[in-house]
């Protein structure tokens, strides 16, 4: 089966970072013998100046969505999607401080053929060192969730942070409960279906959010290890760096209250709230 394929990303001041990935989203195409057509959005979520994001879009022959809004990551990739063609069956979501190899892009596409019922498809993701990042992870529960909260910074073996990361398992495909929203490939039947991202989500968690509502409609989220990215870092939140911990608590409330969100779990949600403001504190206190 051949498919027509989208890719998206959301800059935010990403600058010239953005033209790597580009570079090699242009060379990954073009080795992806089953993509019979392939059109690239770039969104920009206010940018100090996005005349530079426009002209590196535009000499990869990308289109340029100029938001002149910063209201999340997933805000941003939506609008991206909308703004691709109607035909588009696939569609790669990423950061654009991600670098494609070659081959990444057929492992993608040719798993999503012969995985029908899977709905995003998540490479291996490796960081500047070249080490794997666990980007394939359990869904959180109160208990993993907890324990990795609270123990993950200082003993990062413990059996929470393991059993939710999930990283020694990172040599295999497999299905995952979320995959990380730096990198995957998603089919837009299924990403339509369930409305895309949740805007509530600023930035972290809407991935966890989208994997958990992809799974309750009936997909799965499969990790191909075989398709191989980079990721080279947070360029336009390392600069912020206290202000993203503390957007990260907050959406991490956000998730684990709407998890429990049962009435007689109020007690628990208020403790939810109160342990994780409490951990913000602690965390960008210096």
């Not at 394939?136 to 990795?148: D, K």
């Not at 837009?188 to 989500?201: I, N, T």
């Not at 109160?274 to 960008?284: C, E």
């Amino acid at each position: 089966m051949n498919h027509v394929l989208g890719v998206v990303t959301v800059t935010h001041n990403s600058g010239e970072t953005l033209r790597s990935f580009l570079q090699s989203v242009d060379e990954a195409v073009g080795v992806a013998t089953t993509v019979d057509r392939a059109t690239v959005v770039v969104a920009d979520n206010d940018s100090r100046d996005p005349t530079i994001e426009a002209g590196i879009a535009r000499a990869h022959a990308a289109v340029f969505v100029d938001r002149r809004a910063n209201d999340g990551y997933g805000a941003g990739i939506d609008a991206a999607v909308d703004a691709l063609p109607d035909d588009v069956d696939l569609v790669l979501v990423s950061n654009p401080d991600v670098v494609l190899s070659p081959s990444s892009l057929d492992h993608l596409v040719t798993a999503a053929d012969r995985l029908p019922g899977a709905a995003s498809i998540g490479p291996r993701i490796l960081d500047g060192t070249g080490e794997t990042y666990p980007s394939a992870r359990a869904l959180p529960s109160l208990r993993t969730g907890v324990g990795h909260a609270l123990l993950g910074r200082v003993w990062p073996a413990n059996p929470w942070s393991v059993a939710y990361k999930a990283e020694r398992d990172s040599d295999r495909e497999r299905a995952a409960g979320w995959l990380s929203g730096a990198c995957f490939l998603v089919r837009r039947e299924a990403y339509d279906a369930v409305g895309g991202f949740d805007h509530s989500y600023f930035m972290y968690f809407e991935d966890v959010d989208l994997g958990a509502r992809l799974g309750e409609a009936g997909w799965t989220n499969v990790y191909v290890p075989e398709a191989v990215v980079t990721h080279t870092g947070a360029h336009s939140t390392a600069q912020n760096s206290a202000v993203m911990e503390r957007v990260h608590h907050r959406s991490a409330a956000l998730y684990l209250s709407r998890r429990y969100d049962s009435w007689w779990l109020a007690p628990l949600r208020l403790a939810l709230r109160v342990g994780l403001r409490a951990r913000s504190w602690w965390v960008t206190r210096g």
